[in-house]
C-alpha cells in the first residue's frame, strides 16, 4: 500500500504532522475557554472502609466533554493544562468546588483532591488550598489531597515545605499511584505521608502474580511501619478484593464499588448509608 518513495512518504508524514499539531492548538484553545467558562466539571468516585463496606471518601477526577470531540480523558487535558500555563487555575476551581460539595456531605466523609506536581511551582498552593477551605467552610480535617511520586519536580525542600504546611493545617496528604514512578521510598524520609494509594496495576495483577503479591505485601508492611493505612485503587474483582483485604489494605476504591458518578448520584447514596447502615465507627478514612 504504502508507495516505496521517501518523498511521498515524508510529506504524507509532515502533512499528517501539521494537521495534528493545529488540532492540538486548537484542543489548546478550546480548553483555555473551557476553564475560563468554568465548564470542567468533576465525578466522585467513593472509597469503602475494608471493615465496614462503609463509604469513608470519595475521590474527585475531573471530566471535561469537548464540544466537537466528545469526552476527553483527564490524564490527556491536566497534562494540556500543566503545558499551557493553566494548571494553577483550572486546579483552584476544580479544588473550591470539591469543598463547596463535600461541604453538604455527611461530615464523617471526607473528599480526595488530586494534585499536579506544578502546583508546587508558585508558591502559592497553601494560600489557595487555605483559601478553599474558608470560602466553603469545610472543616479541613474532611480534605485530602493526593500527589503522585513525580511530585518533586524542582526545589525538594520547598516542596515538602508545602506538605507540611498544608498537613498543619489539618489535611491529610496521600501518595497517589504508588510504586510505579521514581525515588518513593527516600520519600518517606522526609515526609509522613497519611495514606498510600496503591497503584492499580499491583491491584490488577494480585490474583495472577506472586511478584505482585508480594510488592503489596512489603508497602502493607511498610505502611504499618510508618503509621500509613494503604489503599487499594481500580479494584474490579471479589477474588481482587479478598487477596487485598487480606493483605491488610484498609480502604478499597473501584468499579467493583462504584465507578465515577456524578454528585447528586453520590450524595443519594450517603444519604441511604447514613439511614440504613448503622454507623459503626466515627473515623472518617
Ligand atoms: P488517579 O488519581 O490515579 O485516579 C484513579 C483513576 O482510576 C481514575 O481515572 C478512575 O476513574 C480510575 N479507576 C477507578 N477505579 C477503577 C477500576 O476499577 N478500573 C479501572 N480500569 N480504572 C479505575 P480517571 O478519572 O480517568 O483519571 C485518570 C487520572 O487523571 C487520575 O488518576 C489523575 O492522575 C488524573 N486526574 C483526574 N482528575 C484530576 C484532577 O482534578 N487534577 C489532577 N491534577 N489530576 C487529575
Ligand atoms: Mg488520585
Ligand atoms: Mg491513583
Ligand atoms: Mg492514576
Not at 502474580?209 to 479494584?235: C, D, H, K, P, T
Request: charged share 20%; hydrophobic share 45%; glycine share 6%.
Amino acid at each position: 500500500r504504502a508507495k516505496h518513495n521517501g518523498r511521498a512518504c515524508a510529506c504524507f508524514f509532515n502533512a499528517e504532522m501539521d494537521s495534528s499539531a493545529r488540532d492540538r492548538r486548537q484542543i489548546e484553545r478550546d480548553l483555555r475557554e473551557a476553564v475560563a467558562a468554568g465548564d470542567i466539571g468533576l465525578v466522585y468516585q467513593p472509597l469503602v472502609a475494608a471493615q465496614t463496606g462503609r463509604i469513608t471518601s470519595a475521590e474527585a477526577l475531573a471530566r471535561w466533554t469537548h464540544p466537537v470531540k466528545g469526552p476527553i480523558r483527564p490524564d490527556v487535558f491536566i497534562a494540556l493544562a500543566e503545558e499551557c500555563g493553566i494548571i494553577d487555575q483550572l486546579a483552584e476551581q476544580l479544588l473550591r468546588q470539591a469543598c463547596v460539595d463535600a461541604r453538604n456531605w455527611p461530615a464523617d466523609v471526607r473528599v480526595a483532591v488530586n494534585l499536579s506536581p506544578l502546583q508546587f511551582v508558585s508558591g502559592k498552593l497553601v494560600e489557595t488550598v487555605g483559601a478553599a477551605l474558608a470560602a466553603s467552610g469545610l472543616c479541613p480535617s474532611r480534605l485530602q489531597l493526593e500527589v503522585t511520586e513525580g511530585l518533586v519536580i524542582r526545589d525538594v525542600e520547598r516542596t515538602f515545605d508545602q506538605l507540611e504546611a498544608l498537613r498543619s493545617l489539618g489535611i491529610q496528604i496521600l501518595i497517589d499511584d504508588f510504586g510505579v514512578g521514581y525515588s518513593s521510598l527516600s520519600y518517606f524520609q522526609r515526609f509522613p505521608f497519611d495514606k498510600v494509594k496503591l497503584d492499580r496495576s499491583f491491584v490488577e495483577q494480585v490474583t495472577q502474580s506472586q511478584a505482585a503479591r508480594a510488592i503489596i505485601q512489603a508497602v502493607v508492611g511498610l505502611g504499618a511501619q510508618l503509621g500509613m493505612a494503604v489503599v487499594a485503587e481500580g479494584v474490579e474483582t471479589h477474588e481482587q478484593m479478598e487477596a487485598l483485604v487480606a493483605m491488610g489494605c484498609t480502604h478499597l476504591q473501584g468499579y467493583l464499588f462504584s465507578r465515577p458518578l456524578p454528585v447528586t448520584t453520590l450524595c443519594a447514596m450517603l444519604e441511604s448509608q447514613r439511614s440504613v447502615v448503622p454507623r459503626q465507627d466515627s473515623q472518617a478514612a
